[in-house]
């Protein structure tokens, strides 16, 4: 089970370090052409800090595991992206896009799953 937990860890970490270092150096127009015009409901700081709350996320999730300093703040990365897909989720199901709404449902569910994983079934504490 742990090693599940680290390759769910790891994918959603890539999945999470991109999409934060991406709305964190594009532009809203460079952005608007990979992820669609629902940035245009958004202003430019709005967009920075969902990146840089999907970058720590991402970070947080390998790090202080990987380093065995504060592991506990693995679960909490992971709940923190969690809420950040529930976030994603709702501007999605409001603008009907809904193969964006499974996506952001699938990974809630994986980073809820290394929640659980850490915490109840591999506790790290």
Same mark, same amino acid.
């Given at each position: 089970?742990?090693?599940?937990?680290?390759?769910?860890?790891?994918?959603?970490?890539?999945?999470?370090?991109? +999409?934060? #270092?991406?709305? =964190?150096?594009?532009?809203?127009?460079?952005?608007?052409?990979?992820?669609?015009?629902?940035?245009?409901?958004?202003?430019?700081?709005?967009?920075?800090?969902?990146?840089? +709350?999907?970058?720590?996320? #991402?970070?947080?999730?390998?790090?202080?595991?990987?380093?065995?300093?504060?592991?506990? =703040?693995?679960?909490?990365? #992971?709940?923190?992206?969690?809420?950040?897909?529930?976030? #994603?989720?709702?501007?999605?199901?409001?603008?009907?896009?809904?193969?964006?709404?499974?996506?952001?449902?699938?990974?809630? =569910?994986?980073?809820?799953?290394?929640?659980?994983?850490?915490?109840? =079934?591999?506790?790290?504490?």
């Amino acid at each position: 089970m742990n090693v599940i937990l680290w390759i769910v860890q790891g994918l959603l970490a890539l999945m999470f370090l991109m +999409a934060g #270092a991406m709305k =964190l150096s594009k532009p809203k127009k460079e952005l608007r052409e990979k992820l669609g015009d629902w940035v245009d409901q958004y202003s430019d700081i709005s967009i920075k800090l969902i990146g840089l +709350a999907e970058l720590l996320g #991402a970070i947080g999730l390998i790090l202080p595991m990987a380093m065995g300093f504060f592991p506990i =703040l693995t679960p909490l990365a #992971a709940i923190g992206l969690a809420m950040t897909m529930v976030g #994603a989720m709702k501007v999605h199901y409001q603008r009907k896009e809904k193969s964006k709404v499974i996506t952001n449902i699938v990974l809630m =569910l994986l980073a809820l799953f290394v929640v659980i994983g850490r915490l109840y =079934l591999v506790p790290i504490i």
